[in-house]
């Protein structure tokens, strides 16, 4: 999963930030947590927990179905 960021400096409007690899299927929605952290919902069934300032996965969530959409209250 490529994740790209806004640039805030020069033309281009975004740069790319970090790969995050992880899951194993198509992933259908990303939902940044806070500042720290992006959550991932795949067909591989699952939803993973990534730390963005250590760009490592931290936690995985199985769901048993395709994750189409990821909903934060």
Do not use: A
């Not at 805030?8 to 198509?26: A, C, W």
């Not at 991932?40 to 250590?54: A, E, P, R, V, Y």
Request: hydrophobic share 35%; net charge negative.
């Amino acid at each position: 999963m490529n994740v790209w960021i806004k640039n805030t400096v020069g033309q281009n409007l975004y740069e790319h930030y970090h790969s995050f690899n992880g899951h194993t299927d198509q992933v259908n929605d990303v939902e940044f947590f806070n500042t720290t952290h992006l959550l991932s919902g795949s067909n591989d069934h699952t939803i993973k927990i990534w730390q963005l300032t250590t760009k490592t996965q931290t936690g995985q969530i199985p769901i048993g179905k395709n994750v189409n959409i990821i909903l934060l209250y």
